[in-house]
Every structure is written in C-alpha cells, then in structure tokens.
C-alpha cells in the first residue's frame, strides 16, 4: 500500500519541519533567519524585577513607577499561573490609594490650619 509518491512526499513533509527543512527555508527565501534577541536596558529592568522582588516587588512598583496597565501586561505575561496575582495587584493599588489620600488630606489640612 505504500507508493513511491507517498514516502517521498513524507518523507519531504519530514524534512521541512526538521532544522534541515529550515535551513532549506531560508535558503529559498519561505522563511527569515532568526536574529538574536537584543536585550534593552527596559528588558533587563523588567528582568531584574521579576527575579528580584518577584510577584511582590511588581505589585509594589505598579501603582508607583509603572503605570498600572503595565505592569498588568507584565503580570500576565510572567505570573498568569499564580493565583495571587490579581489580589496582589488590587491590594497594591488600593494601599498606594489610601497612602496618597492621607498624605494628601494631612498636606491640605497642615497648610489649611496655616493660613487661617
């Protein structure tokens, strides 16, 4: 039951999906030579955050030097896994909220009582 035509043909099916296949690839310009991935200095910082402070230090640094859809993206992409993710994010927020409120209010109030 098996042709010429058929273990040829799989046996070209094979090779195409090997290294050997994507040699021939590029060769005949079907696909680009990949090119090392250049690490930026924002790459290596956001390295730098995932294996230093983790899932902690990210969620302490979204709400005050990335911006929150930002280091959502970044939890998503490192800790989707991670069923603390979202609380942690959310309670980060809500304490960088309530911090920002009592400093606020105790700025407002202290230059408040000042003036009059």
Same mark, same amino acid.
């Given at each position: @039951?098996?042709?010429?035509? $058929?273990?040829? !043909?799989? %046996?070209?099916?094979?090779?195409? !999906?090997?290294?050997?296949? !994507?040699? %021939?690839? %590029?060769?005949? #310009?079907?696909?680009?030579? !990949?090119?090392?991935?250049?690490?930026? &200095? $924002?790459?290596?910082?956001? /390295? $730098?955050?995932?294996?230093?402070?983790?899932?902690?230090?990210?969620?302490?640094?979204?709400?005050?030097?990335?911006? /929150?859809?930002? #280091? +959502?993206?970044?939890?998503? &992409?490192?800790? &989707?896994?991670? $069923?603390?993710?979202?609380?942690?994010?959310? +309670?980060?927020?809500? /304490?960088?909220? @309530?911090?920002?409120?009592?400093?606020? =209010?105790?700025?407002? =109030?202290?230059? #408040?009582?000042?003036? =009059?």
């Amino acid at each position: @039951m098996f042709t010429r035509a $058929r273990s040829q !043909r799989d %046996i070209a099916g094979t090779a195409w !999906r090997t290294p050997l296949g !994507r040699e %021939i690839r %590029i060769q005949h #310009g079907v696909e680009k030579p !990949r090119q090392r991935k250049v690490f930026t &200095r $924002r790459n290596r910082w956001i /390295i $730098r955050i995932k294996h230093g402070g983790g899932l902690k230090g990210l969620a302490v640094l979204t709400p005050l030097v990335l911006t /929150i859809p930002v #280091g +959502s993206i970044i939890a998503a &992409r490192y800790f &989707r896994h991670d $069923r603390r993710t979202l609380p942690a994010l959310l +309670s980060s927020v809500v /304490i960088q909220a @309530m911090a920002v409120s009592v400093f606020w =209010n105790a700025v407002f =109030n202290t230059a #408040g009582s000042l003036v =009059n």
